[in-house]
């Protein structure tokens, strides 16, 4: 399962250039542009130990989208 972030339709989107949010310690997040990313969650049996990370990662997108 993946689960796609994007930050909406007020920011220009551009393939090419690099993302500016920077609270993903774990490199969790595949980019797909400066504003699109998608996070793919992991198995059942890695989920447990990844949650935490995975809640914050979500939260500080929120927070910053």
């Given at each position: 399962?993946?689960?796609?972030l994007h930050f909406g339709t007020e920011?220009?989107?551009?393939?090419?250039?690099?993302?500016?949010f920077s609270d993903d310690p774990e490199r969790l997040l595949t980019w797909h542009s400066d504003i699109r990313a998608s996070l793919a969650l992991p198995e059942a049996t890695e989920r447990a130990g990844k949650r935490d990370v995975i809640i914050a990662v979500i939260r500080a997108w929120l927070a910053e989208g």
């Open positions: 399962m993946r689960l796609i920011r220009a989107e551009d393939k090419d250039a690099r993302p500016t």
